[in-house]
C-alpha cells in the first residue's frame, strides 16, 4: 500500500471523525468490556421484567433462548468495535518510535481511531441489509417484517437484529481499515534488524485483538447452532468468519512482512558477496579471507527468520482462538441441558 499524498491526507483528515458510539463509551465509567456486560444486563433484565409484565399466551410461546443470544450480540458487537479502535490507537503510539517522521506518516497516525462519517454510515447501513436478508431466510411459517403476526421475542429480535448487525458493519469496516493504516505506516520504517524483532511486537498485539473480536463474535453466533433453522446457515457462515480472523491477523503485518522480506534480500546478498569473496581468498591461499563457515551459518539464520514477524506459539494461540466458537456451543449445549433438568 502506498502511503497517500499531503493533499489527500489534509482532505481525508478534514472529513474524519470520532465515531460517537467511541464517545459514548468515553463518558462512561469502565472499559469496553465492562461496559458492554453492563448493557447485557440491563437489556436483559429490561427484557425479561417487561416480558413477565405483558405476558399472555402469545408471548409465552416467544423463543426465549434465540432473544437471549439477540442481547448477547446487541451488547457485544457495539463493545468489540470501541474495543478495536482504542487498541489500534495504543498500538500505533506504542509503534510511533520505530515509524519515520514524514508528513505523510504523520497524517496516517493522526487519523488512526478517526473515521469517515459515510463510510461508517455505508458499513452500517450493509450490515443491516445482511440482517434482513438472514432473518428473511431463517424464518418459517410467517412474514418476518409484519409486526402484527410477531409474538413478543420475535419483535425484539427485529428491532435488535439490525441494530447489532448495523454496529458488526461498522466494526468489520474498521478492522480492515485500521489495519490497512497500521500496514501502511510500516513503509514509513527505514530499516529493520532481523536480530530483533521485539520493536514490531505491538503489531501482532493488533492482529491477535482483531482475531479475538472476530472469534467473539462467532462464538455468540454459534449459540444460533442450538436451533435446528440455522445449522445450515451457520455451516456457510463459518468459513467468512475464519477467512475474517485469518485476514485480521495478517493484515496489520503485511507492511513489516514486506520490510523484513527486503532486509532478508539484502542480508542475503551481502552472504552471497561475502562467500564469493572468501572462496577466491580461499583459491589465492590468503591468510586473512572472512571464515566461509561462519558466513554459511549466519546466511543459514537469516533464512531461518520467518517474513511474518511472529513465532510459532502466536500460530498456536490463533489456532485455539479459532475453537472458541466450538467450546461455545458446547457450553451452551450443557447449560441448557443443565437448566432443563433443574425446571424439570
Keep these: 500500500m502506498q502511503l497517500p499524498t499531503n493533499n489527500s491526507d489534509e482532505s481525508a483528515l478534514t472529513l474524519c471523525i470520532t465515531p460517537w458510539t467511541v464517545k459514548v463509551y468515553d463518558t462512561l465509567p469502565g472499559k469496553p468490556l465492562w461496559i458492554g456486560i453492563g448493557v447485557a444486563t440491563a437489556l436483559l433484565l429490561t427484557f425479561i421484567l417487561s ?84 432473518t428473511t431466510v431463517v424464518t418459517v411459517g410467517s412474514d418476518p417484517w409484519i409486526w402484527q403476526e410477531q409474538n413478543f421475542d420475535a419483535k425484539w429480535m427485529r428491532v435488535l437484529g439490525p441494530l447489532f448487525c448495523g454496529w458488526l458493519g461498522c466494526f468489520s469496516y474498521v478492522l480492515v481499515a485500521e489495519s490497512s493504516r497500521l500496514s501502511a505506516l510500516s513503509d514509513s520504517i527505514d530499516s529493520v534488524d532481523l536480530l530483533d524483532l521485539k520493536p514490531y511486537q505491538p503489531l501482532i498485539r493488533q492482529g491477535l485483538t482483531n482475531a479475538l473480536s472476530v472469534v467473539g463474535v462467532a462464538s455468540i453466533v454459534s449459540l444460533f447452532l ?38 532478508k534480500e539484502q542480508e542475503l546478498s551481502w552472504c552471497t558477496q561475502a562467500l564469493k569473496t572468501a572462496r577466491d581468498q580461499l583459491k589465492l591461499d590468503i591468510d586473512n579471507h572472512q571464515g566461509i563457515s561462519e558466513i554459511i551459518d549466519y546466511k543459514a539464520l537469516i533464512e531461518g527468520i520467518r517474513n511474518w514477524p511472529f513465532n510459532s506459539p502466536t500460530l498456536v ?21 443443565a437448566l432443563d433438568t433443574l425446571l424439570s
Aim: proline share 5%.
Design 317 to 337: 494461540r490463533f489456532a485455539l482462538y479459532l475453537l472458541i466458537p466450538l467450546a461455545s456451543m458446547f457450553g451452551g449445549a450443557i447449560v441448557e441441558r
Design 226 to 263: 442450538l436451533e435446528p433453522g440455522f445449522v445450515k446457515l451457520l455451516i456457510q457462515l463459518s468459513v467468512p468468519f475464519a477467512f475474517f480472523a485469518w485476514i485480521g491477523l495478517m493484515l496489520p503485518l503485511s507492511g513489516i512482512r514486506r520490510k523484513i522480506r527486503m532486509a
Design 51 to 134: 416480558r413477565l409484565y405483558l405476558s399472555d399466551t402469545e408471548a409465552i410461546s416467544g423463543n426465549f433462548r434465540l432473544m437471549i443470544i439477540h442481547i448477547l450480540l446487541t451488547a457485544f458487537a457495539p463493545s468489540a468495535y470501541v474495543y478495536l479502535l482504542s487498541v489500534s490507537k495504543q498500538v500505533a503510539s506504542d509503534m510511533a518510535p520505530a515509524f519515520g517522521n514524514g508528513p505523510e506518516c504523520q497524517a496516517i497516525l493522526t487519523r488512526i481511531g478517526t473515521h469517515v462519517r459515510w463510510r461508517l454510515i455505508l458499513a452500517g447501513l450493509t450490515g443491516i441489509l445482511v440482517s434482513v436478508y438472514v
